[in-house]
């Protein structure tokens, strides 16, 4: 027995220090030895000389090419459509957020997979999807100058995105190049992406069929990304770094601690730009030395460049009712087509979004869910019908001039024509509803008198609960939170109407009409407006009394006259500011309640007004930022109000 023992153990040392043979199995596969035997002769440890995994045979073709533009730089583009294809429509963006990784979801041997969410629609029916890298970002040649302006008195060169769009295109359609093309051409884009479909609009390629632009940067300064009403928004000043420090993709500088609110809080944008290094990067310094409404921000105003040379491009433009990053761009570009005679080709949705959201799943936003997945909705019942109808002579769409959501009745509303109410140029006047003594709103004017609050730099009103980092995951719903986190601050002041007993039905484009005096020589408004709900909610408890912002914005006092020359406030002397508030479609159900709350900083969202007048308030010294008494006034000549759209139910119907 034992002599067995030792034999055993014999073979087995021996089995174990000799090669093992490469065993097969009866289909050829690889055996457990085989495997083995392969580990045992890698040199170097654990890892071979080389590893490869198997590809799965792809349903698809990715090309990268560099398509040259007139001037000689070559930009980078990729250029994906499904094995066998023929004869098919392009769909074209351009990009500075990295052409490879938007045409790159997974890796996978599916273009499904491969290609973008918002792309599935496109992939089923089967287009040529190209994205490109505009000039000076990732993989394309030449110079990136931030929203390059156009060819002209900001532009010196004899190229800018108009030409590098047409230039694309031109080649694209060229069958030598992609014999897969029908020859026509769409474009579609959210944010930057969507300011490039515009700009290609100003002088379109024969080729371009159809466009899309989702959420576009169409004016800076007034309301998109950099300003609104001249209040800079401090939320985007890290993109700046992280998009003109770096060809690629680059990191936005830290700002100190976790919480910006406290980061921000003690210097000016510009001293905190200078401490991160911005002082380096031109793009900054164009934002400080441009504070005011200028040549160089109007002549960027591409509703200006639109109403020159209004193009003949059916166009569906889109923004999300709760966009927080460009409210302004697409319902005015659509109302500056419309005036240009333009509206039979152009066309608005807008639903319940935040930014880019519609390019994602839409069946929620924040603590509010919708009536199914309303992006998917955009894409495929709007988009996909639209495009269908100029790139594949499809039927006709069957499009409404506007589809704007019901955020309160929570369906789609069509309408042959909106707004249904506006300042001007509406069928339905604005109805004024007026701040009152005792914080009441009514629609009509109360008593004479006037409502005070301390507005204090050093204890600005924080626009999310602190700690505020941009960073947290509440960037894209912080429109739509909770605004019981502002009432009752000492410097808000809340307005309310008494609980209504009927729905008051808004649908357009309301108006803060503010008249107050202040202490300082210098100040910001921030108007909101504001769905209380029922104190109580069963169905979900948290929710009851939930003060729902429908709309709301900033507006920066010394523009009150004129963007393009601030001036002082008098000290004491009541002013008026008037601005335009982001549009709106909602009801206010019999139970809910409607408020207007009025401050004076939404911060570090916008950046610090120090009340106390100075040339360029990125240049403000802390010594600068002083407190101010402001005082609303009610009733009389001077009443303020918020200028409502309101629409009777059966006006709302008939749109429909």
């Known amino acids: 027995m034992r002599a067995k023992i030792a034999l055993l153990f014999t073979a087995t040392a021996f089995l ?3 090669p093992i043979a490469a065993q097969k199995g009866p289909d050829g596969s690889s055996s457990d ?8 002769a890698a040199p170097g440890g654990d890892i071979p000389r080389s590893f490869k995994q198997p590809e799965a045979e792809k349903d698809y073709v990715k090309r990268v090419v560099m398509i040259p533009m007139r ?3 070559k930009l980078y583009t990729v250029i994906v459509y499904a094995k066998g294809l023929t004869n098919a429509p392009i769909v074209l963006t351009r990009t500075p957020y990295n052409a490879k990784g938007r045409a790159n979801r997974m890796d996978s041997p599916s273009e499904l997979s491969t290609l973008p969410l918002a792309d599935e629609m496109f992939v089923k029916a089967g287009y040529i999807r190209v994205y490109q890298d505009i000039r000076g970002k990732y993989g394309s040649e030449g110079d990136y100058i931030v929203t390059r302006p156009v060819v002209g008195p900001l532009n010196n060169t004899k190229v800018d995105h108009v030409t590098d769009a047409y230039d694309t295109i031109d080649w694209l359609v060229n069958k030598a190049n992609v014999p897969q093309s029908n020859g026509k051409v769409g474009m579609i884009g959210s944010s930057y992406e969507g300011f490039t479909v515009v700009m290609a609009l100003l002088k379109p390629h024969p080729a371009l069929k159809v466009a899309a632009p989702q959420s576009p940067m169409i004016d800076g300064w007034m309301g998109d990304d950099w300003f609104h009403y001249g209040a800079f928004r401090l939320a985007n000043i890290g993109w700046i770094g992280s998009q003109t420090g770096y060809k690629g993709e680059g990191k936005t500088p830290r700002s100190g601690g976790y919480d910006d ?14 401490a991160s290094g911005y002082d380096q990067l031109p793009a900054w310094n164009k934002v400080v030395q441009h504070p005011e409404y200028d040549d160089f921000w109007s002549g960027q105003d591409l509703t200006k460049l639109l109403a020159k040379s209004p193009s003949n491009v059916p166009t569906l433009w889109e923004q999300g009712l709760w966009d927080q990053e460009d409210m302004w761009g697409a319902i005015h570009a659509y109302e500056t087509m419309v005036k240009a005679g333009k509206g039979t080709s152009n066309y608005i949705v807008m639903g319940p979004w935040r930014h ?4 994602r799943t839409g069946s929620e936003l924040g603590p509010f869910k919708w009536a199914g997945d309303t992006a998917q909705q955009y894409r495929e019942d709007m988009v996909l019908p639209f495009f269908n109808q100029y790139l594949k002579d499809g039927p006709p769409a069957q499009l409404p001039p506007a589809a704007i959501y019901n955020t309160a009745a929570n369906h789609w509303d069509k309408f042959g024509s909106w707004p249904l109410s506006c300042d001007t140029g509406c069928a339905t006047p604005l109805t004024p509803l007026y701040l009152q003594a005792g914080k009441g709103l009514a629609f009509e004017k109360g008593v004479l008198g006037g409502d005070s609050y301390v507005s204090d730099p050093a204890n600005p009103v924080p626009h999310l609960p602190r700690p505020v980092n941009f960073k947290d995951g509440r960037w894209g719903d912080w429109l739509v939170q909770d605004q019981r986190a502002s009432d009752g601050r000492t410097d808000v002041v809340s307005y309310s109407t008494p609980v209504l007993t009927k729905t008051v039905r808004v649908s357009g484009v309301p108006w803060a009409d503010i008249f107050a005096k202040t202490t300082g020589t210098d100040g910001d408004f921030v108007v909101k407006l504001i ?3 029922p104190e109580e909610n069963a169905t979900d408890a948290k929710m009851g009394g939930y003060q729902l912002a429908i709309s709301l914005d900033i507006f920066r006092g010394r523009y009150r006259d004129s963007f393009e020359h601030p001036s002082a406030i008098p000290a004491n002397k009541v002013q008026e500011y ?3 508030l982001p549009a ?6 019999p139970g809910h309640r409607i408020m207007v709350q009025v401050q004076s900083s939404l911060f570090p969202l916008y950046d610090r007004n120090p009340q106390t007048f100075v040339p360029n308030i990125f240049l403000a010294r802390p010594s600068d930022y002083k407190a101010a008494t402001v005082t609303l006034m009610h009733g009389g000549a001077g009443a303020s109000a918020v200028m409502l759209p309101v629409v009777a139910e059966d006006v709302a119907a008939a749109g429909k």
Do not use: L, P
């Open 16 to 18: 174990a220090a000799a």
């Open 33 to 40: 030895a085989d495997i083995k035997a392969a580990a045992n």
């Open 71 to 73: 001037d000689g730089t």
């Open 261 to 274: 609110y406290e980061n921000f809080r003690d210097k000016s944008a510009g001293d905190w730009a200078k």
């Open 356 to 359: 880019s959201q519609v390019n």
């Open 531 to 533: 769905d209380v709900f």
């Open 578 to 580: 008037r601005f335009r």
């Open 584 to 589: 709106v479609n909602h009801e206010f159900k």
